[in-house]
């Protein structure tokens, strides 16, 4: 099975659909009537209007694309945050280019070879100021020297304002040797369980979300409605628990990394007893034949399977091939022990190429991605975007978010209501995090951690087994970055 990584890389254009959200809760009344407005202008208008009363308010005047020569950022990417065919400008692009006179341009590559071309123009001197974050930034891409820090940019970036209030803990976990690499603006891609709550009532099931605002959502609620499912199939008919991506959540969702870093050196923790745990459930799963190992990419639409597990890209299909079986989100279910709800996601962010003139115009524009992010206006912005239909050509539906599951989502990605989690252990290059041919020998060894015991491997059949067949090469991978 394919990993997130790749998933997401392919599949990027889904994703900016949801990650470009505010980091808090969407339920405010107050922002419901330019939801409602903004949905029914963009119906017919691909074009982006940033309120400029709210605008104002933030001491932001309007200017002109490219006015200031200073904010000009070359972005190297396989992909571009420029609109082009019937695409608009995101928020965050539409403040930097008509509020400080910055402008965006592209130098494109391939997704495998965007790494190998960043190198190829930092050692020739080329201009390139911005990159794509991505998990082996840190520290493997510091490392390479291919990033500058960006606590110089802090007052330009205003880290120390109520802008940045709620992601101020996030930020310091990304922190290395010191600095601050990393700066996220946004919580992306969640790993969430889709399910039916029709198919719950039906089965005489509690409904998950419902336990999560309980605080009951946990492993065993989890594991006893799989078990109940699949023990209730009619006579010739396989049913299974779960289908998707979430071996790594199951070790988030402890509140615990495999890598530790602890005053400035990494430490292998594949011995902590909540590692061994989260491992043993997978190895259960596994074993109880829970576990639909193929690749589907929504809600299974056979009605076969009770829980899927993928980031919030996939949840706009699962609704199209699933209309009428009321689907529903929720984060993973937290370990019994763990006191809050971790999240397994990934980040909004941008990275500061090594050596960049532009500093300054880099760091103002992940100010306008916060500030997207963030203003109660330009969220509404964002939501009103997301909640429109996808509809091919001839009117059949491809993708659509109802609003209970966006106010959801935005949810769990405020970090006053679930943690957000980080492993260094995925930024330590190849053999810590690479698919290879994507089999148990190529493949990394965060990988095997999250991947092997779910989907079987006859190398090992045992959490002991793996754990120590791996020990040994994170203790000399670490080795390498203290």
């Not at 391939?110 to 020739?124: G, P, T």
């Not at 409605?225 to 396989?238: K, L, R």
């Not at 999240?343 to 909004?348: A, F, K, R, V, W």
Request: charged share 25%; with cysteine.
């Amino acid at each position: 099975m394919k990993n997130l990584k790749r998933v997401l890389a392919g599949l990027i254009v889904l994703s900016s659909m949801m990650s470009v959200a505010a980091c808090g809760s969407s339920d405010s009344s107050s922002t419901d009537d330019a939801v409602q407005a903004t949905t029914e202008a963009w119906k017919g208008d691909d074009d982006v209007d940033v309120d400029n009363d709210a605008a104002a308010d933030l001491g932001l005047t309007k200017t002109s694309k490219g006015s200031d020569p200073n904010m000009t950022i070359t972005w190297l990417a396989d992909y571009d945050i420029n609109p082009s065919g019937k695409n608009d400008r995101s928020v965050a692009l539409t403040l930097f280019e008509d509020y400080f006179g910055g402008q965006i341009n592209y130098v494109s590559t391939s997704s495998d070879q965007k790494f190998s071309k960043l190198a190829d123009m930092i050692l020739a001197g080329d201009e390139v100021d911005m990159f794509p974050y991505e998990w082996d930034a840190v520290p493997n891409g510091v490392s390479k020297q291919q990033y500058d820090a960006l606590d110089p940019y802090f007052d330009t970036m205003e880290i120390d304002s109520d802008l940045w209030d709620d992601m101020s803990d996030v930020i310091d976990m990304f922190e290395y040797n010191g600095q601050h690499y990393v700066v996220p603006y946004s919580i992306s891609d969640p790993l969430l369980i889709t399910y039916s709550r029709k198919m719950m009532q039906a089965e005489g099931l509690d409904d998950p979300y419902e336990l999560y605002e309980e605080g009951k959502w946990d492993w065993d609620s989890f594991m006893e409605m799989m078990d109940t499912f699949v023990a209730n199939a009619p006579s010739g008919q396989t049913r299974y628990g779960i289908n998707g991506w979430f071996g790594q959540a199951i070790i988030q969702s402890t509140g615990h990394t495999v890598i530790n870093y602890e005053d400035g050196k990494f430490v292998n923790n594949i011995d902590d007893p909540e590692i061994e745990k989260a491992e043993l459930l997978m190895q259960e799963i596994a074993k109880k034949q829970l576990y639909r190992n193929e690749w589907i990419g929504y809600f299974p639409d056979d009605q076969s399977t009770l829980f899927f597990a993928m980031a919030d890209w996939a949840l706009g299909a699962s609704n199209a091939n699933n209309e009428g079986m009321d689907l529903m989100i929720v984060p993973f279910p937290k370990a019994p022990d763990a006191d809050e709800y971790y999240l397994c996601c990934n980040y909004g962010a941008r990275m500061l190429v090594k050596g960049s003139k532009h500093g300054e115009a880099v760091a103002t524009y992940i100010k306008c991605e916060r500030l997207a992010a963030t203003e109660e206006s330009f969220r509404a912005d964002a939501k009103a975007k997301a909640l429109i239909e996808d509809r091919t050509a001839n009117g059949l539906l491809r993708s659509v978010i109802t609003e209970e599951q966006y106010d959801a989502l935005q949810s769990y990605l405020d970090p006053s209501n679930t943690s957000p989690m980080f492993d260094f252990g995925y930024g330590m290059g190849e053999r810590m995090y690479g698919d290879g041919e994507y089999t148990y020998e190529t493949r990394g060894v965060m990988n095997n951690l999250t991947s092997a015991l779910l989907e079987g491997s006859e190398a090992v059949d045992s959490w002991a087994a793996l754990r120590d067949a791996w020990t040994g090469v994170i203790t000399e991978e670490i080795s390498k970055f203290n």
